[in-house]
């Protein structure tokens, strides 16, 4: 019904536009009101309540039933003009596209370069160049050497320490970077930077001991090597300003034995003095406080100062002299002997043929220890056969000692002391064992030959019980490692006074083994050690571990400033020399050992309490039947062997033959 009455409303409101002269679309009725027709309700008065006047319909109110639509006076119908219809909203505008990414042409050519398989340097492998690849992606691929074009103080400080590489014995060539131009081009700043972050890489591995490798000279030769991260490298680099050269520098060891063979390379790439030479008569070694004719002319020829007695050989003379012989390899004592007088009458260094071969070879070996080598430590060298105990840094006792034989050679390597063994059994290795095994297979006693036989499992051992021909002594000095050696005593004193003492199967024996004891052990001393021989076998820990480093140096400088040279006793320096590249292989075969230097008095690190001592007699009773003695005595413990019989020398009989007579020559 209400659909209906709609309708003549439409063609009213059309009438009336038609009357008007409008346009007949002007008119058309809104599309929602010819299907969505709305009604007023009208509101109803409450009962009682006078109803108001009817209000004025509006233009556009529905009539009630199909009476005509009533206008208001000031709205006329004729004037009626029905709504305009609402415009459709325009189509919402389309999400503008992003806009592309700022591509910095640096970092892009940085990470284009490292993206190159193209080598940067010689020898920086794989690993540090993944290594350097992660350590710019961290830093956006950004140059960290060149700002704006130039390099920064860090790089020129770097450079610097690069070109100098050759003081330390590496190889300037080795660590080459291309030069920068006035305005370089995105490329050539990234191959510069990266190059110089490879060269520094490089250098710092090289320092550490990265430029052989010690597998490769002996599977004996098994040092930890100290390789810095290159990403460490860099890190550590980047933030030194001025300082990053000296910071470079210092991975490069600074133990002295290595600063005075450097010192000794030095001395001998250095250009000649512009000293004229000096001949100076013949005449008397000159030591300080004396008096001579020579001495002016000394004086002249170092530019120092007269005094009111010019024939003073006082100490400015002395310590000219002294800085001239360490100039030229001689010992620096500052005494004016025959040798110092031919130096001076020389213009030049005098060398011996391969000297500066052995000198970075040996200079090499100190880059494989650790370096901090501890300010407590045990340093053995192998070819000088000899021992030294380091406390807070200076040598306070040292022993001479038996090496390994050529054919068993001790290994080199570093360890932590942790304990010491009294009246240690010692079991025969497996090596030497398994060619007694068809033998103790059968047979069926608990003994042979002075060893227990230990069958656990079905496996053989033979234990050789303490005692006065143990093999090992009555002392051994634990440092567990992976070559299963340590240090030892051992019955056979006499094998000591040889000059090249190189008897054993790979463990190192010490001369005076309880004195060496009293300088490793904080707690015991010699004589309290002693009397615990013959008590059975006892442990004794050390409160803190103690270094101790097996080395390898045949080139080292003495007290004095001197240039040693010792013997190549396991031919490792050829092989070294090969992978240096250093050409020539030295000079020949070194066929006299030095003279044995006289030991050190032991200095204890701090006193120590003194000890009550027991009277006691000798915790072995003396054997009393005829014998014949080897060797010294030195614990007065009466070591004997029935006449006639032949004396164990070493490991009893099984790794180390007799030695031949004691001979100056090497070979």
Not at 10 to 30: I, K, T
Not at 328 to 341: E, F, I, K, M, Q
Not at 614 to 628: C, N, S
């Amino acid at each position: 019904m209400r659909a209906l009455r709609s309708t003549p409303v439409a063609l009213a409101a059309l009438l009336a536009g038609l009357m008007a002269g409008e346009p007949a679309h002007a008119a058309s009725p809104d599309p929602s009101a010819l299907t969505t027709p709305v009604e007023t309700p009208t509101p109803q008065p409450d009962a009682g309540t006078k109803s108001p006047a009817p209000a004025p319909a509006p233009a556009d109110a529905k009539p009630d039933g199909d009476g005509p639509v009533v206008g208001t006076p000031a709205n006329p119908v004729s004037d009626y003009k029905p709504p305009e219809p609402t415009p459709e909203a325009p189509p919402a505008p389309a999400a503008a596209a992003p806009a592309p990414p700022v591509v910095e042409p640096l970092p892009t050519a940085v990470a284009a370069r490292l993206a190159d398989p193209a080598s940067l340097l010689t020898r920086f492998g794989t690993r540090e160049r993944e290594a350097l690849k992660s350590f710019y992606e961290a830093h956006a691929d950004k140059p960290v050497w060149i700002v704006d074009g130039a390099w920064t103080p860090e790089a020129r400080a770097i450079a610097s320490r690069l070109g100098a590489a050759g003081e330390d014995g590496l190889d300037p060539r080795a660590y080459s970077v291309p030069p920068l131009a006035d305005h370089p081009d995105d490329k050539a700043v990234a191959e510069a930077d990266l190059r110089l972050s490879a060269a520094a890489i490089l250098y710092a591995r090289d320092a550490r001991g990265g430029r052989v490798n010690p597998a490769s000279i002996s599977r004996l030769i098994t040092p930890t090597l100290e390789l810095p991260p290159a990403d460490a490298v860099l890190t550590k680099l980047s933030g030194a300003g001025p300082k990053a050269g000296e910071v470079l520098q210092a991975y490069n060891p600074a133990t002295k034995g290595y600063l005075a063979l450097k010192a000794q390379l030095a001395a001998l790439k250095a250009p000649r003095s512009g000293r004229a030479p000096l001949t100076l008569p013949p005449g008397p070694t000159l030591k300080l406080g004396m008096h001579d004719r020579r001495v002016p002319a000394l004086r002249t020829h170092f530019g120092l100062e007269a005094t009111s007695d010019p024939t003073a050989y006082d100490a400015p003379v002395a310590d000219a002299v002294g800085q001239f012989q360490r100039e030229r390899g001689l010992p620096g004592d500052g005494s004016l002997n025959v040798r110092t007088a031919m130096a001076l009458a020389d213009s030049g260094r005098a060398t011996k043929p391969g000297e500066e071969a052995e000198i970075l070879v040996n200079m090499e070996r100190w880059r494989w220890l650790p370096s901090d080598l501890g300010t407590d430590y045990v340093l053995v060298n192998v070819p000088e056969f000899r021992l030294r105990i380091v406390r807070g840094g200076t040598v306070r006792d040292e022993a001479r000692v038996i090496v390994g034989k050529p054919e068993s050679p001790t290994p080199i390597f570093s360890g932590q002391m942790e304990y010491a063994v009294v009246n240690p059994s010692w079991y025969v290795p497996p090596s030497i064992l398994k060619t007694m095994v068809p033998k103790l297979a059968s047979y069926g006693g608990k003994t042979w030959g002075g060893y227990e036989i230990v069958r656990r499992g079905g496996h053989i051992s033979l234990r050789q019980p303490p005692g006065e021909k143990n093999a090992l002594g009555f002392i051994k000095f634990m440092f567990p490692n992976q070559h299963a050696v340590y240090l030892h005593d051992t019955p056979n004193r006499s094998l000591f006074s040889a000059s090249t003492r190189a008897f054993s199967h790979g463990c190192v024996r010490v001369d005076d083994p309880f004195r060496f004891a009293d300088a490793v052990l904080p707690d015991w001393s010699e004589e309290r050690l002693k009397r615990l021989i013959g008590k059975g076998e006892k442990t004794l820990r050390l409160p803190q571990k103690l270094p101790v480093h097996i080395a390898y140096f045949t080139a080292s400088v003495d007290e004095g400033g001197t240039l040693r040279r010792l013997p190549d006793l396991y031919g490792y320096d050829a092989p070294i020399r090969a992978a240096l590249g250093l050409p020539g292989g030295g000079g020949p075969a070194i066929a006299r050992l030095p003279k044995e230097p006289s030991r050190k008095v032991a200095e204890r690190p701090e006193p120590r309490a003194a000890r009550p001592i027991r009277a006691a007699a000798h915790p072995r009773p003396v054997a009393t039947r005829p014998a014949r003695s080897y060797g010294a005595d030195p614990y007065g413990l009466g070591r004997s062997a029935r006449a006639g019989e032949r004396p164990e020398y070493g490991e009893p009989g099984l790794w180390t033959p007799e030695p031949a007579p004691a001979s100056r020559s090497f070979w």
